[in-house]
Nanobody, 126 residues
Framework: QVQLVESGGGSVQAGGSLRLSCAASASTYNSNCMGWFRQAPGKEREGVAVARRGTGSTHYPDSVKGRFFISEDDAKKTLYLQMNSLKPEDTALYYC???????????????????WGQGTQVTVSS
């Protein structure tokens, strides 16, 4: 059973916007932590947006703060990532992931996340 399916990736010029979607199975959508991660060639996977359901808090690294926004649609069991003012350094494979638990100080650490989607490519040209 496929638990997370991402969509919405593509190619965009610098300064543009994209919205990624992640459709989740019912059980996976109930995870306490759901978020978006990315991995560029030759680089480690990094968290770019996480929502912690228990507290309603969201977490972003400084590199995307104010440009990326995570949101949810409970009726559709779908997680979104709105990405604005995109930069060439945002180019990466973007993954949706879910975790039963993630501490507030480590919410963006990928090792907490046990369920992963297949990824969707985002390419930003200058």
């Amino acid at each position: 059973q496929v638990q997370l399916v991402e969509s919405g990736g593509g190619s965009v010029q610098a300064g543009g916007s994209l919205r990624l979607s992640c459709a989740a199975s019912a059980s996976t959508y109930n995870s306490n932590c759901m978020g978006w991660f990315r991995q560029a060639p030759g680089k480690e996977r990094e968290g770019v947006a996480v929502a912690r359901r228990g507290t309603g808090s969201t977490h972003y690294p400084d590199s995307v703060k104010g440009r990326f926004f995570i949101s949810e649609d409970d009726a559709k069991k779908t997680l979104y990532l709105q990405m604005n003012s995109l930069k060439p350094e945002d180019t990466a494979l973007y993954y949706c992931a879910a975790a039963p638990f993630c501490p507030p100080g480590e919410a963006l650490d990928s090792h907490w996340y046990k369920v992963w989607g297949q990824g969707t490519q985002v390419t930003v040209s200058s």
